[in-house]
């Protein structure tokens, strides 16, 4: 599907292109095996195929273009980095690269083995030269959610400028005080790096945006509840993912006319599993394209993933941004208090999540919940104890899973699955 | 050594006293090994000696009468608790249980195994009834320092009540404003526990205290500058452990005494090792009594440690409180600037720390430096990467390692310590 040649793109970027040539190649074998073999998928998944077919050529090129145009570019990890602040600036936000076991040797050298596979992928991927993303980017936005990440941070600022957010732990007052001064030093920051300045009216376009964004991924997520399910929980993935590349608006439409399409199916009672498949819900730590492991195996099985409570999920999309600021100060006190509602595990106590798993479960009709962790990620392995409390006094059945990138442990994964859902046809 | 009968105090505490009994031999033998079977030691720390053997008998049963005087007792595990705030409302400050591999097991019920052995330790200790600390306070302060403790504390707060201090990890002016409403809030519930209003009477008081035990601390660190160096690096780190443990006025009154004996040892040229014994500074995690482990395979293997870069060590010490303060809210002022100086590895970035060491290794005469980090603790084991770089920048030997409380390691270590060794000797 590649529509042009984007080897001197990539050779101008620095990437290792004949390394890139090999990753493109396996990631386009996994694209086929997880996502084309699938059968019955709805027929507007086409522009998500095309997207990922030109994740690093086409969608770089617009990036590349852009900045020609005197655009900025800012790439973060993490959900808590408003996107609303940089298209206030008329800048562009990108997701980096950090879903896939690569680099890993050479991350390893810098950071230790023992940390989460989401880090060690990041700092592969700029290590190796092989994510175009980091590479293409004006600036880093990093933040302090996780310690990993924190201090992963510092070090990575030696190869890329690195920007980074305080993100407090507690939701008390002084909590939010500190959250609000951090996103003004944030909007400070992009303006200094985009040369713009952020007006009021440059928010309420960006927050317009990316609540647009937002709505579309809610009637997504809502068209999930029918039975049978119209879309499988892989291809919700991939648009969850997709969003962090993609440009908004144009993500925002498409994503509303896939959603035309999976009205119709749901009218018609067509879906892309049995209405007896078993529905199931996937919590906990974020999944990065093209982190795909998990949902593959979990669907492969017979099961239809019908929410995901992640970052790359309803945790990320579930609230909007009062719309109702006037001056850049209200608006920028609405960001804040909307960021800071993300129930991200970083936080203490965080009974909002466990609040929320319930509650997908139910609407989402689902009969267990698979708990997924990166291996060493502190904040999502400990909180599976309360996750695992919290369904148990509700009678919902878990699946606490820890893995990472590599392909070692799929046997061993797909057993637990296998079991789990033997008991939740019972 | 042991003075009296305990098994009631034990029994009225809920410990595990067959267990318990069993660990105090264990502990009791290393020690023997460890401490006793030192040459040469300075003769006042005999009564460090009989605080640690009565640690969890003479010590627990002065809490209990304090307590049935009206006084309350707070424990904790981190340094980032203002002993001061607790001094000022009568209260007394302990740290909890966390240097020895116990009730492992038990915690990783509860907690990933992939969670360092300090966080496990703690939570091993509760859930086998073993430490009395922990059984005889009446509140435990904790805090947002790592990943594992933020997480683990709410867990831990099942079994014991636990309140939870946000302690920012940049040294932001709103990190800085964070965390002084946290001393403010941590206040009004020490207040609250122990039914005491904190005046500046009060506060002026617990600086004054704790002050007093640093200089003391300082005292006997700038003794071991000396050539030769008057005490091991176990008997120092045993009275930087102690100090967690003890009543603050006699622990400094020994201290100092201790400190007239080796101002003595230095004027008359006595060490505990030769003048030409390899002087190594530890840097990096706390090492919680009784966590003796590395110390005494770098002391047994004929190098002397004359410094800790550590909690427990002069990271935790080196501060005093400014004690100009007039009002509450001057002195809580300056007890949140001075906590706030701790340059645990929780910070971003953290340059503070990376010059105390190399500062330290000049000023303690050290040929090489022990970076010691617990296993799976990611402020640390990252930190190590920067450590490495700032240490080589300055032609100054590193070891770095990691472990955990078993012994199964000690071979290991032992060997790259032996190597380590080697190489500073030419």
Known sequence: MKMADYTPMWHSLGLDVEAHDGLLRVLGDAYKDIYLSQENRPERMDYFDFVISEIHGLRIQELME????????????CLYVPEELILAADGISVGLCAGADVGTEAAEKVLPRNTCALIKSFFGFKLSALCPYIEACDLVVGETTCDGKTKAYELFNDYKSTFVIEVPHMRTSAGRQLWRSEIERLAAKIEHVSGREITADGLR??????NEKRRALHRLNALRRSNPVPISGRDALLI??????????????????LCDELDERVQSGVGVAPADALRVLVSGCPMAAPNWKLPFIIEKNGAVIVG???????R???????????????????????????DCAVFTPNPERLDHIAEMVRSYGAVGVVHYA?????????????VERALGHERIPLLKLETDYSAQDVPQLETRVQAFLEILKR
Chains 1, 2 share one sequence.
């Open 316 to 342: 990320g999309t579930r609230h909007l941004v009062d719309d109702d600021g006037a001056t850049v100060a209200e608006i920028l006190d609405r960001v804040a208090e909307r960021y800071l509602r993300t």
């Open 240 to 257: 969850n993912q997709i969003q962090f590349y993609d440009d908004p608006v144009r993500f925002a439409s498409k994503v509303n006319a």
């Open 308 to 314: 995901e409570e992640s970052c790359v999920g309803e």
């Open 205 to 210: 376009k960006g927050v317009w945006i990316v």
């Open 374 to 386: 990166l291996q060493f990620c502190a904040p999502y392995t400990i909180e599976a104890a309360s």
């Open 66 to 77: 852009a900045r020609r145009d005197g655009r900025r570019v800012f790439g973060s990890f």
